[in-house]
């Protein structure tokens, strides 16, 4: 079957403008993560949804930051006013929920603010 | 200090060598313990898994797991020149959160 999908797969954008990066799950996934990965950093975890729960936006780096996800399906990540430090490479995972789930991950949007 | 410490790399070796990549932590509380590939400009991908402590072996990959010295290693046996890619480790405590390493590079020459 289809797996996570991510758009675009690369986005220039200047400093200050506004970027949406969209993320398709796997269908009947209920749990969707975003991380950013930038050199030598690793992945940060920035939300988590699960359901109609609360999502847990602990990991978002500032108030520039938001996302949503509609109808328990597609997310999208926006980042305002952005600024050189936001480029990086933005991946979006979905999984099952349980005590041990695995994360199937999207190719990832790189984000370059020049 | 971070949470969960990799080597960056890179690493090159020759073809049919045994690889170690290795990773150590220091919160107790992590049980899952996983290795992920990702190929250049790709997602990561899940190569194995390991609960608590213990050895787990796929193939030509085995995964270690040593709770008292908080450190896990994989190791690649018959290295391949398609193994050359990025190797994170990442763990939990059994919720979504998962912590990951920063990565270790690896360059398997033919």
């Known amino acids: 079957g289809a797996g996570v999908s991510q758009s675009p797969s690369n986005k220039v954008t200047e400093k200050g403008k506004d970027v949406e990066l969209r993320c398709d799950p796997i269908?009947?996934?209920?749990?969707l993560y975003w991380y950013r990965q930038s050199l030598g950093q690793g992945l940060e975890f920035l939300i988590y949804f699960q359901g109609n729960s609360a999502p847990d936006k602990s990991g978002l780096p500032s108030d520039r930051f938001s996302a949503e996800r509609t109808g328990g399906s597609v997310s999208t990540l926006t980042i305002q006013r952005t600024q050189q430090e936001d480029s990086a490479v933005y991946l979006c995972a979905s999984s099952l929920v349980g005590p041990y789930n695995e994360q199937f991950f999207g190719p990832g949007t790189r984000l370059t603010v020049l | 200090q971070k949470e969960v410490e990799q080597d960056p790399g890179p690493l090159s070796v020759p073809e049919g060598a045994i690889v170690s990549l290795n990773c150590t932590y220091s919160n107790s509380a992590f049980q899952y313990f996983m290795w992920y590939r990702q190929y250049s400009r790709k997602g990561p991908e899940l190569l194995m898994y390991?609960?608590?402590?213990g050895n787990k072996e796929d193939g030509r990959f085995t995964a270690q797991v040593d709770k008292s010295s908080k450190y896990i290693s994989l190791f690649i046996r018959d290295s391949q020149p398609s193994d050359s890619a990025t190797y994170l480790c990442?763990?939990?405590?059994?919720?979504?959160?998962?912590?990951f390493g920063t990565g270790t590079r690896l360059k398997v020459l033919a």
């Open positions: 390991t609960y608590s402590s």
């Open positions: 269908s009947g996934h209920t749990a």
């Open positions: 990442a763990m939990s405590g059994g919720t979504y959160k998962y912590i």
